[in-house]
């Protein structure tokens, strides 16, 4: 596992509206997404895959990592979501996050899901 990335992807609370892929406990770990190839060909597929999401925004995009938020359509309850690149692994490891509120119904275990799922299939 990438030091940088344990560094750059804060642990999740024991609420359960947060799913990371570093997340010690069944709970909240998610798979992280996995590449081959160049990193930046691949945070550059991520980007995509999210941007193409509704209701999405990236604010912040660097060499190895991103932010971006997303808005829920009715309460506009906004999410945040980490992703940074550990190229040794080939893995992209994800936290995604609820800023409010204790449940999130799953809502940001789907997304991860959704996520990885765009992103293997995207060319």
């Given at each position: 596992m990438n030091a940088a990335a344990t560094k750059r992807i804060s642990p999740c609370p024991k609420s359960p509206n947060c799913v990371s892929s570093l997340a010690p406990d069944d709970a909240h770990r998610v798979d992280p997404i996995r590449f081959t190839g160049d990193p930046a060909a691949a945070l550059a597929k991520l980007r995509a895959v999210i941007e193409a999401m509704p209701r999405t925004q990236i604010t912040r995009?660097?060499?190895?990592?991103?932010?971006?938020?997303?808005?829920?359509?009715?309460?506009?309850?906004?999410?945040?979501?980490?992703?940074?690149?550990?190229?040794?692994?080939?893995?992209?490891?994800?936290?995604?996050?609820?800023?409010?509120?204790?449940?999130?119904?799953?809502?940001?275990?789907?997304?991860?899901?959704?996520?990885?799922?765009?992103?293997s299939t995207a060319g």
């Open positions: 995009i660097d060499a190895d990592s991103l932010h971006a938020e997303f808005t829920s359509w009715l309460l506009r309850f906004v999410d945040d979501l980490d992703a940074v690149v550990d190229p040794d692994a080939g893995v992209i490891h994800v936290r995604s996050a609820s800023r409010v509120g204790y449940s999130d119904l799953g809502v940001n275990r789907k997304r991860v899901d959704a996520i990885r799922a765009a992103f």
